[in-house]
């Protein structure tokens, strides 16, 4: 399959973002074994926490690129994975102000700079009590990064194609919390991105790959 221009991608996306989404179908597909039940991924009735991330498209010679972050290891919560910019709503914000802001607060990305194109399918994060609201962004070009140490080990610029690729969707056996479970997972060189940052990512892809 060709993989869109970035121009391409970004017309399409306005499209498909504003119609019927994939939904937990789509994220179905990455969700970890002990996550399979529809009802575990809806925030439907969850007194959660909310949060709200971004998924930032940006050109690279007219290819689309994501912009994805390593959490450092210390984090209490998801630290050492791949996520996407983004934080706790803070009193009196939108959700939308809050991907915003924390993208801004952890690499320095200007709010007024960045498009927002739509928003993906909420997603529960039982083991944080976070309701997860994902937005998907463009900005071009991407300018200079200012990575919040604090928040930030490394900024990866993850090409779409290799995201659609079919190779590198990968499944192995895990021990997660004393539990040996079967885990799918993006494989992009020595990053694995997995949890609740690919089954967003695999509702993202599904929109790019419909006919």
């Known amino acids: 399959m060709r993989t869109p221009t970035f121009a391409e991608c970004i017309t399409l996306l306005r499209r498909r973002l504003a119609g019927p989404l994939p939904g937990t179908a789509a ?52 630290g050492g994975q791949i996520g996407f910019p983004g934080g706790r709503r803070e009193p009196g914000e939108t959700l939308q102000e809050t991907a915003l802001r924390e993208a801004h607060e952890e690499l320095g990305l200007p709010p007024e700079q960045i498009e927002l194109l739509g928003a993906l399918t909420p997603l529960y994060i039982p083991v944080s ?10 900005i071009a070009p991407l300018p200079e990064l200012h990575p919040c140490p604090e928040e ?13 690729d079919p190779a590198s969707r990968r499944r192995e056996r895990w021990t ?36």
Not at 152 to 164: C, D, W
Not at 188 to 208: C, D, H, K, N, V
């Open 152 to 164: 930030v080990e490394a900024v990866l610029r993850v090409p779409l194609a290799a995201l659609l």
């Open 27 to 78: 994220q179905l597909q990455m969700a970890p074994e002990y996550r399979q039940a529809p009802e575990q991924l809806r925030i439907e009735g969850k007194p959660c926490r909310e949060a709200g991330v971004l998924a930032l498209l940006f050109p690279e010679q007219e290819r689309p690129h994501l912009l994805l972050v390593a959490r450092p290891s210390h984090l209490k919560e998801h």
């Open 129 to 138: 009590n976070f309701c997860v609201h994902p937005f998907v962004g463009a």
């Open 176 to 211: 997660i919390r004393g539990r040996d479970v079967m885990v799918p997972f993006f494989e992009i060189g020595s990053y694995r991105i997995w949890g609740a940052t690919a089954m967003m990512l695999a509702e993202l892809l599904a929109l790019l790959t419909v006919d």
